[in-house]
């Protein structure tokens, strides 16, 4: 199992990025699937979270409303729209599988695969 994040960067307060988390070595139809990120000196926060069972999800309250999280099954991939960012949200973010008998919200105990993860910085 490999999940591997792109698509972060710099980018001014109030813009926009899109992550990505190609997934291989199993199937995102049958494994829920979400983003956490974490800040120097921070706790690991989860961030968002994709249900397998019905394409549900779930966002932290911190991006709620500015975060989007989306898959596409065909190519095994999920994303992570992020706009009106803040220089709160400069963090590493990791994609990562949840592991069979958790769900969402994605919390790291019941997380069994971690992406490396992509550095996002907001500032101007």
């Known amino acids: 199992v490999q999940l591997q994040a792109s698509g972060g960067g710099l980018v001014q307060p109030g813009g926009s990025l899109r992550l990505s988390c190609v997934a291989s070595?199993?199937?995102?139809?049958?494994?829920?699937i979400g983003w956490f990120r974490q800040a120097p000196g921070k706790e690991r926060e989860g961030v968002s979270c994709?249900?397998?069972?019905?394409?549900?999800?779930d966002y932290a309250d911190s991006v709620k409303g500015r975060f989007t999280i989306s898959k596409d099954n065909a190519k095994n991939t999920l994303y992570l729209e992020m706009n009106n960012l803040k220089p709160e949200d400069t963090s590493v973010y990791h994609c990562?599988?949840?592991?069979?008998?958790?769900?969402?919200?994605?919390?790291?105990?019941?997380?069994?695969?971690w992406g490396k993860g992509t550095q996002v910085t907001v500032s101007s």
């Open positions: 990562a599988r949840v592991a069979p008998g958790y769900g969402c919200p994605v919390v790291a105990y019941g997380i069994d695969y």
């Open positions: 070595g199993f199937s995102m139809d049958w494994y829920s």
């Open positions: 994709i249900r397998s069972s019905d394409g549900g999800t």
